[in-house]
């Protein structure tokens, strides 16, 4: 089952991701956690990623089909995999849409982690704290704030157009919102 998590920064794909994916057995893959590993090794593709990531914006999609393409071939995502940030773009939806028709699959739930921007500010906030990220810092944050209001909103628009996306109001405790989920997917 291959499962898309939506939703701006700080709405909690990544927590509820891991949640799923362990659920599921499925591995979770996010594409913000593979750059920034990318980034720490020093890779070619870190190399170009760094700055643009630091600033807030959008690493360009060749780069992250380049990516999903590699992660999709790998013999742990053969069963699905759980999509966590990945696709931002409609250029990306598109891409990644083509390359699991390929493999004879299609993302099969689309899941939109649906907060306010109080709740998002609050969130980015706690992490930056915690986890030193360069890009929650307040202007990479509002950057990354206009990006995905100007490129990733789309996307939501671009499934509901092809099948439909669920909304999980994700608001309250983990253990509420992984609830919520559950009973969704029904599983
Ligand atoms: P994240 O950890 O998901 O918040 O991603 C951190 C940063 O990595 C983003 O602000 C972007 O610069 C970059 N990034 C991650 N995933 C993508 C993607 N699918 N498309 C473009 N840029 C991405």
Redesign the pocket.
């Known amino acids: 089952m291959d499962i898309l998590l939506l939703g701006p920064?700080g709405a909690g794909?990544?927590t509820q991701g891991a949640i799923l994916a362990g659920r599921l057995g499925l591995p979770k893959f996010?594409?913000?956690?593979l750059?920034?590993d990318a980034v720490k090794r020093g890779t070619p593709v870190g190399l170009q990623?760094r700055a643009?990531?630091e600033s807030?914006?959008?690493?360009?999609?060749d780069i992250?089909m380049g990516v999903v393409r590699e992660e999709l071939a790998k013999p742990e995502a053969r069963n699905g995999v759980i999509f966590?940030?990945?696709?931002?773009?409609v250029p990306?939806a598109e891409g990644v849409t083509r390359l699991l028709a390929e493999l004879g699959r299609k993302m099969d739930h689309v899941l939109f982690f649906d907060v306010t921007d109080e709740e998002i500010l609050g969130r980015i906030e706690k992490r930056r704290a915690i986890e030193g990220r360069a890009?929650d810092d307040p202007k990479a944050v509002a950057t990354?704030l206009r990006?995905y209001r100007d490129q990733t909103a789309p996307v939501l628009e671009w499934y509901r157009a092809r099948g439909g996306v669920q909304v999980i109001p994700a608001l309250g405790p983990v253990d509420e919102i992984a609830a919520r989920v559950k009973g969704l997917l029904g599983r």
């Open positions: 920064p794909k990544g996010a594409t913000g956690d750059l920034r990623a643009i990531m807030g914006q959008l690493v360009n999609d992250i966590d940030g990945v696709v931002r773009t990306q890009d990354r990006a």
